[in-house]
């Protein structure tokens, strides 16, 4: 299910180069999908990435976000691209990251942003396929 959803960000978004679902406690990227995925190296870089712009990696006693809540969304305009991190309301070290192209801009992706969380949502079993 999971590359699926994944499949699909890329698939109906031509502006998500990559998408990927990450365990941000783990640093590690654990499904990605894409046309021309960068190397393991860069794909735990973007992990990275998406833990520093959401503000860290949760500790172990740290709450979680609202159950059934919306995601945190944050966004990173790279030279390479834009980087769109979503992380789980209810499994905060878990979120979906999109690696979007060069050009594309942070107010440009509000339909890729709502597909994203009705994908992270799905993955975290609170939504309907």
Do not use: F, K, N, W
Request: proline fraction near 10%; glycine fraction near 16%.
């Amino acid at each position: 299910m999971v590359t699926e959803i994944l499949d699909g960000l890329v698939g109906a978004h031509p502006i998500c180069r990559v998408a990927a679902y990450a365990d941000l406690s783990a640093g590690m990227v654990l499904v990605a999908r894409g046309e021309g995925l960068p190397p393991r190296e860069r794909l735990d870089a973007l992990c990275a990435e998406g833990a520093l712009i959401l503000g860290g990696v949760p500790g172990p006693d740290a709450p979680g976000g609202t159950p059934g809540g919306t995601p945190e969304v944050a966004l990173l305009q790279a030279p390479d691209g834009l980087r769109v991190a979503l992380r789980d309301p209810d499994v905060p070290e878990e979120a979906l990251l999109c690696l979007c192209a060069p050009g594309a801009q942070a107010g440009g992706i509000e339909a890729l942003l709502a597909a994203a969380a009705r994908g992270l949502a799905r993955i975290g079993g609170r939504d309907a396929p």
